[in-house]
């Protein structure tokens, strides 16, 4: 459906001008590798600055790598960017070409310049809107919604006008979990009937277990990891994450917490723990009995997550993905 | 959340898949020229609703504003007819030269150029659609200019009728050359500045009786397209207009405005795909 190969692009380094600090050389993407297959919801999860939306740009046309290839449907989309248009609907995570436009006319002026004649881009924004629970904010300017509402109505234009694949960048960005259900049984409403493909940028832990089919982690512009979430989790399989979180801070005085201080990845009051199972378990009776439970406000035992393979791998970023 | 597995859509053969397609698929049709031009023309006149009017408020006042201070100044005769047309052609220097190159330039600052860059849209159709919503903003403060300045410096209201041809064309000129400045200029703030330096010359140069301008400003003068959007508005208030010179200056015009909005087109592909 969609071949990523060798995918490169850097960033020449800036030299430092009054006001403006030099920026060194940047590789937004290295050799990236991927192979989306027809009817997949396949996922780009990384931090922020992973190139995650470098590789979308480069599949979606808008950017022309140093090197390598990107085919869809046997199109070559580096060689010919402006096929990408004509096969694909592009979610990106700037809506300023629509903000003032209302709902109802982004969503038909968008079908209209995705090649339908007027009457049926009506029809489809009309389908559209309703699918979305849309329809009461039809008339409404994009910019006087709230973020999650304008981001509702920004995917409604990328469903206006059928593809066979949809490049979605963070598209539930900002949502209540009511517009993000709408979201995702769009989503596979499209995908039953029609075998829609998608390919969804996302640097959400949850939203990635739960909707995607295969994942490919980013970091630092390198894929490290491409499987099935679960596929993914087994590779840490034996590790359990211990979190604590301290009332004011960690009780150092006991020998115990002391210990436990270097293999914690500290934010604030809150230390995360990733430990095989039977530690786990000596550090939640250590914790929880004698002079160290006076500190401790809470602590959670879990199963890994993907954001604990990401670590696992060696994903630089420490906190830069989002349990939400 | 999604309940559906790939290996049961329909269609879908995932093992088959792995193989690389033989057969291109057949591409979506593009869209087609007048109709996406119509599309983004129609998007672009509903903006003016939400956040243009102010701007026409301004353009036309400042244009009437000029009127009423150069009356102190000048008597009638040539001078009032330059003038009238100046104030008259500023409007559309304002809205279509200043504001457009404004649009353009935060459009492709702030990635909103994707959006269209995404869609199998013909270029030409954004930049000219666009470029005519924002000549189509002028016509109200152009009309209420010409006409107020008509009545008080005393000319005839007769050929009014030639703001048909001026707003167009003068519109078509100075609306390609802001979607250029806008689209070229490397930063937004480099495409206001542009914009309003634009503007500024075609009221120094444009509502100034010419005559007394030194040589080097009055060749400036003729370089600025607004220029003969004047001339040829002010040429109609005398009693027996020379219609081969105003037919003249509208050309002057309409090839300023044919080749600036097709650097703008050639600009716009070139912001599209960075």
Redesign the interface.
């Known amino acids: ?1 969609c ?1 990523v190969r060798g995918l490169t692009k850097t960033y020449p380094a800036v030299r430092g001008r009054r006001g403006a600090p030099a920026a060194p050389e940047v590789r937004a993407t290295d050799d990236v590798r991927l ?1 989306v ?5 396949f996922g780009l999860l990384g931090p922020n600055g992973a190139g995650k939306t470098s590789v979308v ?1 480069q599949v ?5 790598p140093d090197t390598g290839t990107v ?1 869809i ?3 070559d989309i580096v060689r010919h ?10 979610l ?7 903000d ?3 709902v109802s ?2 969503a ?3 079908g ?4 339908l ?2 009457r049926e881009a009506r029809r489809e924004r009309d389908a559209v809107l309703d699918e979305l629970g849309l329809t009461p904010i039809a008339g409404r ?1 994009l ?1 006087k919604l709230s973020g999650g509402q304008r981001r509702l109505a920004c995917f409604a234009t990328a469903l206006v ?1 059928e ?2 694949l949809l490049v979605l960048d963070e598209p539930t960005t900002g949502m209540d979990p009511v517009a ?2 709408a979201v ?2 769009a ?2 409403r499209r ?5 829609t493909t998608v390919l969804l940028v996302t640097h959400n832990v949850i939203e990635a277990e ?4 295969r994942v490919a982690v980013l970091d630092r512009g390198r894929v490290i990891a491409c499987d099935t979430p679960s596929g993914l989790k087994e590779q840490v399989a034996d590790e359990v994450r211990v979190e604590l979180v301290w009332r004011e801070r960690a009780p150092l005085d006991v020998p115990e917490v002391a210990a436990l201080r270097e293999r914690a990845v500290e934010s604030g009051r809150r230390w995360t723990l990733r430990l095989g199972p039977e530690e786990a378990r000596t550090v939640v009776a250590t914790v929880t009995g004698g002079a160290a439970f006076a500190a401790l406000d809470d602590f959670t035992l879990a199963t890994p997550s993907l954001e604990d393979v990401y670590l696992a791998l060696g994903g630089a970023a420490r906190q830069g993905l989002v349990r939400v | 959340m999604s309940v559906v597995p790939a290996e049961v859509l329909p269609g879908s053969a995932l093992a088959v898949d792995e193989q690389p397609v033989r057969q291109a698929a057949e591409l979506a049709p593009r869209a087609r020229l007048w109709p996406s031009m119509a599309a983004v023309y129609r998007a672009q006149l509903s903006r003016a609703r939400v956040a243009r009017i102010p701007l026409l408020f301004v353009a036309t006042f400042q244009s009437v504003g000029i009127l009423i201070m150069m009356r102190g100044v000048v008597e009638g005769g040539r001078e009032a007819e330059a003038v009238v047309a100046g104030s008259a052609v500023l409007v559309v220097a304002f809205v279509a030269l200043n504001l457009l190159a404004q649009y353009f330039g935060q459009l492709r600052a702030s990635g909103g150029l994707d959006h269209y860059a995404t869609l199998p849209v013909p270029p030409a159709a954004v930049v000219l659609g666009a470029a005519g919503a924002y000549a189509s903003f002028t016509v109200p403060g152009t009309l209420v200019t010409a006409v107020f300045g008509s009545l008080l410096f005393g000319l005839p209201l007769t050929h009014l009728w030639v703001l048909a041809l001026v707003i167009p064309l003068s519109g078509a000129a100075l609306a390609g050359l802001g979607a250029a400045f806008g689209l070229l200029a490397p930063r937004p703030e480099l495409a206001t500045v542009l914009g309003q330096l634009g503007m500024s010359a075609a009221l120094l140069l444009g509502v100034l009786p010419p005559d007394r301008m030194p040589e080097p400003v009055r060749f400036t003068r003729d370089l600025l397209p607004s220029t003969y959007g004047v001339e040829a508005l002010a040429r109609t208030f005398r009693p027996h207009p020379d219609w081969a010179f105003v037919l003249g200056d509208l050309a002057v015009c309409a090839v300023v405005g044919v080749v600036s909005l097709a650097v703008a087109t050639w600009a716009y592909r070139r912001a599209a795909v960075r």
């Open positions: 459906m071949a192979e297959r027809r009817g997949e919801i740009r979606t046309g808008l950017m022309r085919e449907l046997g199109h960017p402006e096929r990408a248009a004509r096969i694909l609907a592009y990106g995570q700037e809506s300023t070409a629509l003032e436009l209302t006319l982004a038909e002026t968008t209209r310049l995705r090649g004649p007027l300017p910019r006008g593809r066979p993000r259900r995702w049984s989503v596979d995908r039953a009937e029609r075998g739960t909707v995607l089919d």
